[in-house]
């Protein structure tokens, strides 16, 4: 049982990248998922959420109308598209599976994948 977070990379502002986020030895559809970041120094903070039964979906409000966060059950995986990069955005982003509300929280510690890096040259 795990994720598997892949899609980072070095892009200038401006420009976008696409992560994925792949499950492997459960039902991604049954949770709800979250994209999460942590740049050096700063606490980890949700970025992006989809929960799972009715589809909602939540964003932080440094990245609404910039990035979207998606399923493809069929694929088992969860995307985030990055658009409009700024270097504000670098971090290491993590995926996370969990039974949380809209906005990624509760008291499930949750599934974690590994993060990749996202780095926006200015």
């Known amino acids: 049982v795990q994720l598997q977070a892949s899609g980072g990379g070095l892009v200038q502002t401006g420009g976008s990248l696409r992560l994925s986020c792949a499950a492997s030895g459960f039902n991604m559809d049954h949770w709800t998922i979250g994209w999460f970041r942590q740049a050096p120094g700063k606490e980890r903070e949700g970025v992006a959420c989809s929960r799972t039964g009715d589809g909602r979906t939540s964003y932080v409000e440094s990245v609404k109308g910039r990035f979207t966060i998606s399923r493809d059950n069929a694929e088992n995986t969860v995307y985030l598209q990055m658009n409009s990069l700024k270097p504000e955005d670098t971090a290491v982003y993590y995926c996370?599976?969990?039974?949380?509300?809209?906005?990624?929280?509760?008291?499930?510690?949750?599934?974690w994948g590994q993060g990749t890096q996202v780095t926006v040259s200015s």
């Open positions: 996370a599976a969990g039974i949380w509300d809209v906005h990624c929280s509760g008291q499930d510690r949750g599934l």
